[in-house]
């Protein structure tokens, strides 16, 4: 069983001050229309790009392996477009955290609700992927507005935070679940939750089996969807939460149920579900999180690709 944080008299001591400030100041900035927020999140991940060198040269390196026919010149237009999605990510948090819901859908969009209601109709467990898009946050919020599920999170190790996070994301969710809390997923989607969940990330090599991914032939993917699909015989159905162009607004496109998966083992679902990893991260293909090292882990003998 997961428990939640909760706020403590604690989270006020001075050491945590700092981290109060950039809050408080992420609040006020979500307060501004949201033509301003777009233009002062594209200047923050200008100046990102600028200071995050190593993640500039992670972004380059996981475009090379998974694009290797695309030009030098297309892989830096992507990496300058990624880099204004991180700044759009850090406002977006904010959005999700701090906005009303009547602002939350003035903005977005939201596609494919029916279905996901049909299922739920049916009493099926609802297996939700949500890949690392840097608009997770908000995607997870809107997403909640319309059919609230569970979330599936990692606690952050800055207890403000890790409280705030909790705060925000259950706004318009159920509850939260610890990553590592298998049985309460299982649990939850045998009762006919929706349980947002994530295979898109290196877990390492405890925590994998190797399936493509792009040009990458052997990536090291969760076998959790095996797992939890072939226990619970819940739907899985993919969804992306996608930034419009030109500051517009979001859209959040929900996709058609997946109810058959191939279980045979847990390297077949896995190359089975990296196939719907690539249709997704390719709707948005700029606003994915390139940023961290998704190819870390590698077979025995296999050679570093960083």
Not at 292 to 301: L, N
Request: hydrophobic share 40%.
């Amino acid at each position: 069983m997961t428990h939640l944080p909760r706020f403590t008299r604690s989270l006020l001591h001075p050491r945590y001050w700092l981290t109060w400030f950039g809050i408080a100041a992420l609040y006020l900035v979500v307060l501004l229309p949201y033509p301003v927020i777009y233009r002062i999140g594209c200047g923050l991940g200008f100046l990102a790009k600028r200071i995050l060198k190593r993640r500039v040269k992670i972004a380059h390196r996981n475009l090379e392996l998974c694009f290797p026919e695309m030009s030098e010149a297309e892989r830096q237009r992507h990496v300058d477009g990624n880099f204004r999605s991180v700044g759009m990510g850090v406002m977006e948090t904010g959005m999700a955290w701090f906005w009303p819901d009547w602002r939350m859908k003035r903005w977005c969009d939201v596609s494919g609700v029916n279905e996901i209601r049909a299922l739920q109709a049916e009493k099926r467990g609802i297996l939700l992927i949500g890949l690392h898009f840097l608009t997770l946050e908000l995607g997870a919020r809107i997403f909640g507005i319309h059919t609230p599920g569970i979330g599936v999170y990692r606690p952050n190790d800055n207890p403000v935070i890790d409280w705030l996070q909790t705060w925000g994301r259950t706004r318009s969710n159920k509850s939260m679940l610890d990553r590592k809390d298998l049985k309460g997923m299982i649990r939850a989607l045998k009762n006919g939750e929706i349980i947002w969940y994530a295979p898109d990330h290196d877990y390492g090599p405890r925590n994998s089996v190797f399936a493509p991914l792009f040009a990458v032939e052997q990536a090291a993917t969760t076998p959790g969807t095996w797992m939890l699909a072939k226990t619970t015989k819940a739907s899985i159905v993919p969804f992306v939460p996608r930034r419009k162009p030109d500051g517009k607004g979001y859209e959040l496109i929900i996709l058609p149920p997946e109810n058959n998966p191939p279980l045979g083992s847990p390297e077949e679902t896995a190359a089975w579900m990296n196939k719907i990893v690539e249709k997704c991260i390719m709707m948005a293909p700029e606003q994915y999180m390139w940023l961290h090292r998704r190819f870390k882990t590698r077979p025995e003998g296999a050679p570093s690709l960083y």
